[in-house]
């Protein structure tokens, strides 16, 4: 099922989620990828991640699209979409459920958060207690008894997970403890995230993740999830530190409108912004426009700062030149 060998080259993805509209972080982050894949020699896959239900907004796969192709980047091969995919997750799905891995669970989120014995890790997220574990002999049983929907989760160990990451360096995680069971298929009937892009990744033969380091610790479910489903192909992970605002939050609507379809739609060349991404990145010392091209002949990954990039009303100001 999960033959991955699609390629000799090393391949990345660029993935984003129509759930808004990317904004000056999420271009770094894309920027960065693609520089290394271009580098590097990787192929570059598009994958749209929609399955995030009501969340995600009209047009925003679109937009999505279209700010990358302004910013310069480009891909190998059509455009592909998650919500094409759900029989191939639904195979994963079962052969997790046939091995003994996933489980149906009517828990809700409230539910969870209630619960007195769902320990919360630091950033108060509530640790999945198990209280569905071996509790349903079947979905429809579940369904009957509790008058709810049903999702399925994945079963955790009680043991570390370790991987060393190309930029962020050794990690270790243990799901028992940081988050317990989670959802693999969600009771609406669509796969999460942790699955999608596991079924996804091993389909098209990517083994080269470059993202956020707010996803590092999905990064120990998703190996697990590997780990069960018999994927044993190598993936190398590049975890990079996120633009954040002058108050220490991740760059979110908080922060003013940091869209790039705001600058784009303002006539921000896009030289300018390459070159914000690129200071910000620590391939130039100073903001200045910079071509693509320039950008990529000169780009260094060892000179990527390794902590969070700061957005702030100076950078602001110079984007739309206001002295």
Known sequence: MYDGGVSSRRTTRLAPSPTGALHLGNARTFLLN???????????????EDLDGPRVKAGADQQAVDNLCWLGLDWDGP???????GEAYQQALRELIDAGWAYPCTCSRQDIEQSSSAPHVEDGVAVYPGTCRSRWDSPQQAREATGR????????TDRPISFDDAFAGRQTYNLSRTCGDFVVLKNDGLAAYQLAVVVDDAATGVDAIVRGADLLESTARQLHLRRRLGLDGEVTYWHLP??????????????????LATYIEAGVPRQRVLGLLAWWSGQIDQPREISLDDLLSRFDAAAIPHEPVVFTTADNRWLRGVD
Do not use: N, Y
């Not at 455009?79 to 995919?85: A, I, K, P």
């Not at 049903?150 to 955790?156: F, I, L, M, N, T």
């Open 242 to 259: 996120l633009v954040i605002g002058e108050d220490g939050r991740r760059l979110a609507k908080r922060h003013g409108d940091t869209r």
């Open 79 to 85: 455009v592909t979409r998650q919500s094409d995919r």
């Open 34 to 48: 693609w520089l290394l894949a271009r580098q590097r020699g990787w192929r570059v896959l598009f994958r749209m």
């Open 149 to 156: 929907p049903v999702a399925w989760r994945a079963r955790v």
